[in-house]
């Protein structure tokens, strides 16, 4: 089985910064794409950020300049540094992995979900 076990969440001042980890784990062979979404009360799931195995990124509108999303393919992490928060970033953030398994089946995998709170 895969895991996806995200850290880092919390709650924090507008203008404040918080780094955000998703650790993959189980039979993972290579993971291909990682990536980070979000999604408010009331509000549909969306993208954050992207990062291929090769490092090529990808941010949405809203979080371009303040986001920075790497990883390290060797430990099968992926990490969202965010910085310069708004309130409007408040959200549930989950991880997510398109992913080789051990056994050759290509699958998509989600986090359990993490808590960002930016008070004003």
């Known amino acids: 089985q895969v895991q996806l076990v995200e850290s880092g969440g919390g709650l924090v001042q507008a203008g404040g910064s918080l780094r955000l980890s998703c650790a993959g784990s189980?039979?993972?062979?290579?993971?291909?794409?990682m990536g980070w979404y979000r999604q408010a009360p009331g509000k549909q799931r969306e993208l954050v950020a992207s990062?291929?195995?090769?490092?090529?990124?990808n941010y949405a509108d809203s979080v371009k300049g303040r986001f920075t999303i790497s990883r390290d393919n060797a430990k099968n992490t992926v990490y969202l540094q965010m910085n310069s928060l708004k309130p409007e970033d408040t959200a549930v953030y989950y991880c997510?992995?398109?992913?080789?398994?051990?056994?050759?089946?290509?699958?998509?995998?989600w986090g359990q979900g993490t808590q960002v709170t930016v008070s004003s």
């Open positions: 997510n992995a398109d992913l080789r398994t051990w056994y050759g089946t290509y699958e998509t995998y």
């Open positions: 189980g039979t993972i062979f290579s993971i291909n794409i």
């Open positions: 990062i291929t195995s090769g490092g090529s990124t």
